[in-house]
């Protein structure tokens, strides 16, 4: 079935254009933000539509060429032909629409900080295919598109990979398609390879022997198990001044030209002389930029937690506490019994369990700043919050993914 002559007026958070019909939204593949087109339906369900744009009726007015030679069928940037402020704007309508559909405040002027479009990202992370060439996934599929550059890692990551590919293709060709996805992390003066896949006693060996002098960090990533094949395994990174050791899981934010604005947000949002709670706290990089002392972070990972620790002592705070725990087993005893004055939050994308929302609550902290990367679970947990007693005071947003209809925003909420 056709439908024709249908406006992309939105976009969603995964790029699909979204559209309206007499009866039914419809989510539309590879649409671009302000273009009338015709579409073929895909599937029909309850209350929408999916569909593929067939072709273009009427240009958008804020369309672009991409930049990218890849841009049509790489998944890794979904708006790439839009331009960089209705980018902006598209995203403040993101957040908008999903803090009225949750809580019904409307909400509007959003400030969302600007990045630099291009280079930004100190972390990649590609498929390998069984010759050792590296890869992103196809839009919407998971067929590979073989790339020689990414507009969006940043120089460093850039020049290098065509070095890293030759390593690559050397370990794949010589022991078949051992690396199945590489992740690739730079710091200022080193990159870290995380290399993920199958790898015999003999390939390891082998990489072992020949990459141990590398001038590149190399993990192996075999299951749940990590060999360090030269190196320290862990990168260094720098933000306001304090120093992190960021090992190879941790948690750390990927754009290096915005970290200190987000986190400068969230400081600004939390005021001075607070005891705090940084829940989700990884390595603690964002709670020790955020708050100088007096941190008890909580953090499953045991790794980065010992890492927490050590960046602890390097910044040379005194009063802090790191517990290798799962958010939702802390509870408000414990809060209480800690003395916490304040509570950070940065959970992933799902965002907060039910229980934690209550846990806090429950222990009458005043004061709450969410950090999130998902606005459709930020505004379901306000609204959570705000049904046990709290208000949203302030809200800001980063733009810490250019040419993606990802945003970071922060959050400020407080007891009534």
């Known amino acids: 079935m056709i439908i024709e002559d249908i406006k992309i007026i939105d976009i969603l958070q995964d790029g699909r254009g979204v559209a309206r019909t007499e009866g039914k939204t419809v989510f539309v593949e590879n649409a671009v933000y302000g273009e009338t087109l015709d579409a073929e339906i895909l599937a029909e369900k309850k209350n929408f539509l999916e569909a593929r744009k067939i072709n273009t009726k009427i240009k958008s007015d804020y369309q672009r060429k991409p930049p990218c030679p890849y841009f049509y069928e790489c998944g890794g940037c979904s708006i790439m032909d839009i331009n960089y402020d209705t980018q902006i704007e598209l995203k403040k309508n993101l957040i908008k629409n999903a803090l009225k559909k949750s809580t019904g405040l409307e909400i509007d002027g959003i400030e969302i900080v600007k990045s630099p479009e291009f280079r930004y990202r100190n972390k990649i992370r590609l498929q390998v295919d069984k010759d050792g060439g590296l890869n992103y996934l196809e839009t919407y599929s998971k067929k590979l598109v073989k790339i020689d550059d990414c507009l969006i890692a940043n120089e460093k990551i850039s020049e290098n990979l065509d070095r890293i590919e030759k390593i690559t293709k050397d370990i794949n060709q010589k022991f078949t398609a051992s690396i199945e996805e590489i992740t690739i992390r730079a710091s200022e003066n080193n990159i870290l390879l ?223």
């Open 194 to 416: 995380n290399l993920q896949g199958n790898f015999d006693n003999n390939a390891i060996a082998y990489i072992k022997e020949k990459y141990s002098t590398s001038n590149y960090i190399i993990n192996l990533l075999i299951a749940r198990d990590l060999i360090t094949i030269n190196g320290e395994g862990y990168l260094d990174y720098k933000i306001v001044q304090k120093e992190f050791k960021i090992s190879a899981n941790d948690f750390y934010q990927v754009n290096d030209y915005q970290i200190e604005n987000l986190y400068g947000v969230a400081r600004e949002f939390l005021g001075e002389k607070q005891k705090l709670l940084d829940l989700y706290c990884g390595s603690a990089a964002s709670s020790m930029s955020i708050n100088d002392d007096h941190i008890v972070g909580v953090e499953i990972n045991k790794n980065a937690i010992e890492d927490a620790k050590e960046n602890a002592k390097r910044n040379g705070l005194r009063d802090y506490k790191f517990i290798a725990k799962n958010a939702k087993f802390i509870d408000s005893s414990f809060i209480i019994k800690e003395k916490i004055d304040a509570v950070t939050v940065d959970p992933p994308r799902a965002g907060l369990d039910k229980d934690v929302v209550k846990t806090i609550a429950n222990a009458g902290i005043d004061k709450i700043v969410y950090i999130s990367c998902n606005p459709q679970t930020l505004a379901r947990d306000i609204k959570r919050f705000m049904d046990r007693g709290y208000k949203l005071e302030k809200i800001k947003a980063v733009d810490m993914f250019p040419q993606t209809m990802h945003v970071e925003s922060v959050v400020l909420m407080s007891r009534k």
